[in-house]
């Protein structure tokens, strides 16, 4: 199973990102996905999810700024990030998961720097 995360950089303060995160190895419309973020010093957080049905969750921090989707076809999941700040600056990580079997997966991170 491999996840591969791409699209994070450096961007100004009001700028726009956007992440990919392609899955192999598994049916990834079998999965739930996910898109988490760690800055230096704390605990990794969520940012967003979407069940493999499509229904999207946000941390109040990103509500209106950032959209999480899927592509089942692609086995993708991307995170379109608006009107970014200092704030949003971490590592991004994808996840997907599922309950029956019991998997987890997780991709190796992509920096997002925001310049203010």
């Known amino acids: 199973v491999q996840l591969q995360a791409s699209g994070g950089g450096l961007v100004q303060a009001g700028g726009s990102l956007r992440l990919s995160c392609a899955a192999s190895?598994?049916?990834?419309?079998?999965?739930?996905a996910a898109w988490y973020r760690q800055a230096p010093g704390e605990q990794r957080e969520l940012v967003a999810a979407?069940?493999?049905?499509?229904?999207?969750t946000y941390d109040d921090s990103v509500k209106g700024r950032f959209t999480i989707s899927r592509d089942n076809a692609a086995n993708t999941v991307y995170l379109q990030m608006n009107s970014l700040n200092s704030e949003d600056t971490a590592v991004y990580y994808c996840?997907?998961?599922?309950?029956?079997?019991?998997?987890?997966?997780w991709g190796q991170g992509t920096q997002v720097t925001v310049s203010s």
């Open positions: 996840n997907v998961r599922r309950m029956v079997p019991l998997r987890n997966y």
């Open positions: 190895g598994i049916t990834f419309s079998n999965y739930n």
């Open positions: 979407i069940t493999n049905g499509g229904v999207k």
